[in-house]
C-alpha cells in the first residue's frame, strides 16, 4: 500500500526545521551538521538519530518534492514505536520484521550484522560485541534487487518503506 506522507504513526509531536545544505528528500534520514543546516544522514551503519525530513505541506508540496539547498526544511524525530514511510536505498531485498540501519546517504537499508570481537582478560575467552546501530524494523516487504540504475542512467531507483522506529 502507498502512502501520501511520512507520518504514519506520531506518538510525540516532535517537529522542527532548519536549512537544507544540499537537496533532501522527503523520507531521507537527515542530520544536522556544525554549521546548523541540516544534509542527508552521512554515516553508513552509524549511530544516527532519526530525524526525518517531512514533505513540504505548507507549500502544497508532497512525498515527491524535494528541498533544494538552502530551502527550510520540515523535519520529524519519531520516537520508539512511530510509524514512518522512509526512503528505501535501491538495490534492496527487504522481508518484514528485517532492521534497517542508515546506508550513509539519507536512505534507509537492510542490517547486515557486524561483529567486534575481543580477548577477555578474566576467562580468556572470545567474546562479541555488535556495533550495528539500528534505526528502525521493517513493516512490510519490499524486493528492488532485480532494479538497478536504470542502464545508462546514474539515478538509482528509489522507493519507500514503512517502519517501526526502534
Known sequence: MAYNTVILKNYVNNFGEGV????????????????????AHAGSAQTCLPIVALENKLEGKGLADAYAAADKVQY??????DEAYLQLADEQNIAIGDFLVSN????????????????????????SLYTDKIIGQAL????????????????????FIRVRIM
Open 20 to 39: 537544507a545544505n544540499a537537496a533532501i528528500k522527503p523520507g531521507m534520514l537527515i542530520e544536522v551538521m556544525s554549521t546548523g543546516n541540516y544534509r
Open 76 to 81: 520529524w524525530i519519531p520516537q520508539r514505536g
Open 104 to 127: 550513509g546517504a539519507g536512505y534507509v537499508t537492510k542490517l547486515v550484522r557486524t561483529v567486534d570481537s575481543w580477548e577477555s582478560a578474566d576467562s580468556q575467552a572470545a567474546k
Open 140 to 159: 512490510e516487504a519490499l524486493d528492488l534487487s532485480s532494479l538497478s540504475a536504470a542502464g545508462s542512467s546514474d539515478t538509482p531507483v528509489r522507493a
